[in-house]
């Protein structure tokens, strides 16, 4: 009796052995909840932001951002050097680069990816990208060009030179962008268009590969096996589900069923930040502002775009109406931008405005601008589009420019197909807008006042400006191409041609056993280096 | 009788048609075009997408070839979701909303025509009262309040069942109970009225009077007539519950068809508010049809000639 107890210890012993065994060892495996489905999954073709968490996790182009820092780093790439006129880039690739199905990757894959952009019958989103900074590339786009003029060339293949236009120092941050990424001219032409549809020819060559595409539903994505840096990464499976309502999503976070989710309702935001529940917060490359008509009256006086400016209380907006985090914004250009140690921001003026709004000053510039108290100042006309924290906003600035400055505005809202259209067309008095930078650099917002620009909406134009903006363009030296900006910005910023609201910041939920993972500055996630550690 | 179901068809196709003529029609009126994204797109790339999708052809053009793909069955592309068909979306769309709305249904009749009876035959009384307030219930509460409401408890306070999705069999549950309450109030209301009404009807005192017993009065004379206005009204129900609903399907992050009735229309995505219309008018004809052919049954008097 006593000695077949002894055999039942041993044998529970060692039954437990590989049980905590495993314990230690947590699956890598991840559930991560999105709330919106991308239009499309072709690097090459798409725009949409919704597609981020794809194609930064299953592409890869030259350069990439290091997990640990958000530093641009190499990736495809190894090594690259830069003639000295700053128009001739020449990137060496790893050597033994792979698609996802195992064939060789090479620079003859990178300029095909370039001129099946720079072809109509493709519709690139993003053709601006290219057109604007590579040789050549409009008239090849145009037909008038050959590819002997365009400014990508493979002439080995590990080799691949790319020529500019004009120099632009920010160059290697713009190719982090997915437009860059190659793309396998063998399945592209093999399956068309359809060739993002299936997990068999979806042929890849980041990190991971997709391994299932569920419409409407799910997209599972895998270790790629032939990713150069396999070593590193972790995860063995990660599955986007798709869970449109943002409460849904909270709730299955909340009970556990995923492990992360890239929004949740921000009437929940108070709740989360007290507790330790895995909120990630973290500063976004991205500025929430109005558009002011600036050549309508009386829209294109000056002090009247003051007043504006002076009657919002910005942290009222922040604390009681978004309830999301943000920082009050008097400029257009967000914090975030570093140049030896210091930010593009650093010493900014405020240019007299202030956290909360200054009632007395905005009235006083009203006055001067011939509408004292208000009397005769035209039914300000406040539109924007469809959305619930965009009409909490809205409804609110509403509130405090026809209190503050005792003027009538009048709010209307429309579909942002309709809006987009009204506003490009100079069809409002001030109307929603934002920016969210595409590339760290304070070039991404520059352009929107920019004479001639067509996404110059609010119709700004300073000959100053625009000079400072061309030349900081073609600077190379990143310090005086800042003092360069900074000049500019301010020429801006001192002729309030916006109304200028907050900074915003990227949130998402994420547990904290979930670690090495990058969440950037503009809501992107890197799961190449993550891992789970419980 | 076949010259009637031939006439009722080809009523059918003319009916498709312009539903199909009037929602093209309403949707190049309304302004705003597909092509409309939170970022700008250069004039030569919106060029190339109107070439690529046709737009630049005259409408009475596109109209035709459209009606040309439709005769093939296929509702061509979406112009929001780049290499995806308006086909894919309702072949992966469908089975989840049709399998949702099947099971809906089934629990629908099982709850409501009982429910309806049971306060017929208790007219006036606690029972009439109890089911007849829980209907009115039913009825006024949006669906997507009873939505978060079960789902609020059941799956997140009490984790009975799964709070998304419909990988696991529980994962039914709650959708069936939310997208169910309103037409199982409405059904049961309905019951209710028409069976008081034909228990008022004289064949009814007659059949008392021959002797018959209650249950056989009710089962056999009664019921047949009352079912009729609640087929009439389960042809819609059914194509509406089966084409997938909008709030339910996204509450519960189920991936029907549901969305696309809504997304398509405020993105502009043409092909596909077309093909969801087309789709949804051709089963909703086909059900109403079924529902007059279904009259025969219950009904002898009802011919067709």
């Known amino acids: 009796m006593r000695k077949s107890l ?67 780093i190499p990736g495809n790439a190894e090594s690259w050097t830069v003639s000295e006129d700053g128009l001739t880039y020449t990137f060496t690739l790893r050597e033994g680069l792979k698609w996802s199905d195992g064939s060789a990757l090479t620079a003859k894959d990178y300029l095909y990816a370039f001129k099946r952009i720079l072809t109509p019958a493709t519709v690139a989103q993003y053709l601006g990208l290219v057109t604007d900074y590579v040789a050549g590339a409009q008239d090849y786009y145009d037909g008038t060009g050959s590819e002997e003029a365009l400014g990508v060339k493979a002439p080995d293949d590990r080799t691949l030179v790319i020529t500019l236009t004009a120099p632009a120092p920010y160059f290697l941050a713009i190719l982090t962008m997915w ?8 399945t592209v032409e093999a399956n068309g268009e359809r060739w993002t549809a299936s997990p068999d020819t979806y042929v890849v060559n980041g990190p991971f590969k997709v391994s299932e595409i ?26 986007f589900r798709y869970i449109t309502d943002m409460g849904t999503a909270l709730m299955a976070y909340e009970s556990g069923e995923v492990d992360g989710s890239r929004s949740f309702p921000p009437t929940d935001y108070a709740r989360l930040r007290s507790g330790d529940n895995g909120l990630v917060i973290v500063p976004a490359y991205a500025t929430t502002y109005y558009d002011i ?13 003051k007043a504006l400016n002076l009657a919002i209380d910005r942290t009222s907006l922040i604390e009681d109406v978004i309830q999301t985090p943000a920082t009050p914004a008097y400029t ?11 930010d593009f921001v650093e010493g900014r003026s405020t240019f007299g405005l202030s956290p909360t709004a200054d009632v007395e000053g905005a009235r006083a510039a009203l006055a001067e601008a011939g509408y004292p108290n208000g009397e005769g100042f035209p039914a300000l006309q406040l539109s924007y589009y469809t959305n619930d924290t965009t009409k909490k906003t809205a409804e609110a600035l509403a509130a405090m420019l026809s209190e503050n400055l005792n003027i009538t505005v009048e709010i209307s809202n429309e579909d942002w197909a309709v809006y987009y259209n009204n506003i490009q067309a100079g069809n409002y008095d001030i109307g929603a807008m934002g920016w969210g930078a595409d590339y760290l650099h304070p070039m991404t917002f520059l352009p929107l006042l920019k004479t001639g620009d067509p996404n110059n909406l609010v119709g700004y134009s300073n000959p100053a400006y625009d000079e400072l903006v061309t030349k900081a363009q073609g600077e190379t030296d990143p310090a005086a191409a800042v003092k360069l900006m900074q000049d500019a910005e301010n020429i801006a910023s001192a002729e309030y041609p916006l109304l200028n609201l907050f900074y915003r910041s990227n949130t998402m939920l994420l547990r904290p056993k979930v670690q090495g993972y990058l969440f950037d500055y503009s809501g992107n996630i890197y799961f190449k280096t993550a891992h789970i550690t419980e | 009788m076949r010259a009637y179901i031939l006439k009722r068809l080809l009523m059918m196709l ?16 309304v302004p705003g075009g597909p092509f409309t994204r939170d970022k700008q797109l250069p004039p030569s790339v919106l060029e190339a997408l109107e070439k690529k999708y046709h737009l630049d052809d005259p409408l009475p053009k596109q109209f035709l070839d459209y009606l040309s793909g439709l005769l093939r069955f296929d509702l061509g592309p979406s112009f929001k979701y780049t290499g995806k068909t308006v ?21 629908v009749l099982l709850a409501s025509i009982p429910m309806g009876i049971l306060a017929a035959l208790k007219n006036g009384r606690w029972q009439d009262m109890l089911l007849m307030g829980l209907a009115t219930l039913g009825v006024t509460i949006p669906s997507f309040v009873i939505a978060t409401g079960l789902l609020y408890v059941a799956a997140f306070r009490l984790g009975w069942v799964p709070t998304f999705g419909v990988e696991k069999w529980q994962g039914y549950i709650l959708p069936v109970l939310a997208l169910g309450g309103y037409s199982i109030s409405f059904l049961a209301r309905l019951m209710r009225s028409s069976l008081l009404e034909v228990m008022g009807q004289d064949y009814i005192r007659t059949a008392r009077a021959k002797g018959l017993t209650e249950t056989r009065v009710i089962v056999r004379h009664a019921l047949r007539n ?17 084409t997938g609903s909008f709030v339910i399907e996204k509450i519960f992050a189920i991936p029907g068809m549901g969305a696309h009735f809504v997304n398509s229309v405020t993105q502009r995505d043409y092909t596909t508010i077309m093909g969801m219309t087309v789709f949804y008018a051709a089963f909703l004809i086909s059900m109403v049809f079924l529902v007059d052919l279904f009259y025969c049954l219950i009904d002898p008097r009802i011919q067709y000639k």
Do not use: C
């Open chain 1, 214 to 239: 569920n419409l409407g539903e799910s997209v599972v994505l895998v270790k790629n096996p032939e990713y150069y840096d396999a070593d590193k990464v972790k995860l063995e499976k990660i599955t």
């Open chain 2, 14 to 29: 003319v009916t498709l048609l312009l539903v199909t003529l009037l929602t093209f029609t309403l949707m190049h009126v």
């Open chain 2, 87 to 107: 086909n894919d979306f309702i072949e992966s769309g469908f089975p989840y909303s049709g399998k949702l709305g099947l099971l809906t249904l089934v629990f």
């Open chain 1, 332 to 342: 257009l250009i967000a914090p975030g931008y570093v140049v030896d140690g210091k």
């Open chain 1, 293 to 305: 008509n600036n050549a309508k009256a009386p829209y294109d006086n000056v002090l009247v775009r």
């Open chain 2, 226 to 242: 009352a079912l009729i206005p609640v087929v009439t009204v389960l042809g819609p129900t059914v194509a509406g519950l089966l």
């Open chain 1, 179 to 186: 437009t860059f990424d190659p793309v396998q001219q063998a």
């Open chain 1, 6 to 72: 002894v055999w039942l210890l041993i044998i529970a012993a060692l039954l437990a052995l590989p049980m905590a065994n495993a314990a230690a060892e947590p699956t890598q495996e991840l559930i991560f909840a999105l709330q919106n489905e991308p239009d499309g999954i072709d690097p090459s073709v798409t725009n949409n932001s919704f597609a981020a968490p794809f194609l930064f996790n299953v592409f890869e182009g030259l350069v990439t951002y290091d997990t640990a820092d958000g530093s641009l």
